[in-house]
């Protein structure tokens, strides 16, 4: 298996635009995170989602955040408009349900985006 | 409220000395605990991890130590590597399989 696919990895874009981050998750995982890493906060949880149903947002930062999954191998995170304080590192995690679960969640590289 | 946290943002050691990294958590709920490491411009990676019942577990260089009383575990390495250079994030898992993480401890080893 490929692992966890994120993209793109960078992403650089001006204030006010769309951006959209993307997670093909392992296949077979039924459970799909989507997490930020700042300095400030470390790696925060902003939604998860389990057989593509959003389970928990309460970590979204604001309207501007929205998330899907269509389906059990795709989905999305959208800031729309973006702002620099918005810039970091987004990552994609997926895991499943009755695995090992010692070995947590199995990380994407994440998408580096900064917002000027 | 952090429900774990890693008091250290940054940890210095020389190649072959004994790294220690300390991570504290308020949960006494939490299952498991697990160490991920993480490389620049790459995703965190499992490394080590320890059931809740258990008090130690070792792989190799890499021990990690639960005091639940203190509700306080650590990450030993030993001996010390310059690949070993990376940011280490402490996480607890709790019964519904979440995942809490701290906020990271970079550490940089010193040939």
């Known amino acids: 298996d490929a692992g966890v696919i994120q993209s793109p990895r960078h992403e650089v874009t001006e204030m006010g635009q769309e951006v959209t981050l993307r997670c093909k998750p392992i296949?077979?995982?039924?459970?799909l995170f989507w997490y930020r890493q700042t300095m400030m906060r470390g790696l925060e949880l902003l939604i998860y989602?389990?057989?593509?149903?959003?389970?928990?947002d309460s970590g979204m930062p604001e309207d501007r955040f929205s998330a899907k999954m269509p389906n059990a191998s795709f989905s999305t995170l959208k800031i729309q408009p973006s702002e620099p304080r918005d810039s970091a590192v987004y990552f994609c995690a997926s895991s499943l349900t009755g695995g090992e679960v010692k070995y947590g969640y199995t990380f994407g590289s994440g998408t580096r985006l900064t917002v000027v | 409220d952090q429900q774990v946290k890693q008091n250290s943002p940054s940890l210095s050691v020389q190649e072959g000395r004994i790294s220690i990294l300390n991570c504290d958590y308020t949960?006494?709920?939490?299952?498991?605990f697990l160490w991920y490491k993480k490389y620049p411009a790459e995703g965190p990676t499992f490394l080590i991890s320890i059931s809740s019942i258990k008090d130690k577990n070792e792989d190799g260089r890499f021990t990690v130590f639960l005091n639940k009383s203190a509700k306080h575990l650590s990450l030993h390495i030993v001996p010390s590597q310059p690949g070993d250079s990376a940011v280490y994030f402490c996480a607890a898992l709790n019964a519904g399989n979440m995942l809490t993480f701290g906020g990271g401890t970079r550490l940089m080893v010193k040939p």
């Open positions: 949960n006494s709920m939490f299952d498991y």
């Open positions: 989602f389990n057989n593509n149903v959003p389970i928990d």
């Open positions: 296949s077979g995982h039924d459970y």
